[in-house]
């Protein structure tokens, strides 16, 4: 069973910047080269919303309206690390951050329906 595990949440002040991880494990079969990871983020009483999904085998990715040109999905040829950088950071943007992997289609979307596996989420704080 794969698992995903992100981290790299912090308290940043605006304007600031963050990188977060998500380190695949468990399945020595699983690779990023097959599956599509997104990101996505929950802030208290909105719902979970898609920030950026990426398909490493097709290069194809999507960011949402609200990070584009300051958020950026990338990967670690060597491992099977997916990164999201973020720049520019607003107050706006402090939510628990949240990757997924979708391992039935290898298709960018910033849905979450088609996600089934999930990391439990890291911290990002946005505030002076």
């Known amino acids: 069973q794969v698992q995903l595990v992100e981290s790299g949440g912090d308290l940043v002040e605006p304007g600031g910047s963050l990188t977060l991880s998500c380190a695949a494990s468990?399945?020595?079969?699983?690779?990023?080269?097959?599956?599509?990871i997104g990101w996505f983020r929950q802030a208290p009483g909105k719902e979970r919303e898609g920030v950026a999904s990426?398909?490493?085998?097709?290069?194809?990715?999507v960011y949402a309206d609200s990070v584009t040109e300051r958020f950026t999905i990338s990967r670690d040829n060597h491992k099977n690390v997916a990164y999201l950088r973020m720049n520019s950071l607003k107050p706006e943007d402090t939510a628990i951050y949240y990757c997924a992997t979708n391992t039935y289609e290898n298709i960018a979307t910033l849905h979450p329906g088609p996600y089934d596996i999930w990391g439990q989420g890291t911290q990002v704080t946005v505030s002076s």
């Open positions: 990426i398909s490493f085998a097709t290069g194809k990715s």
């Open positions: 468990g399945n020595s079969r699983f690779s990023l080269d097959y599956y599509a």
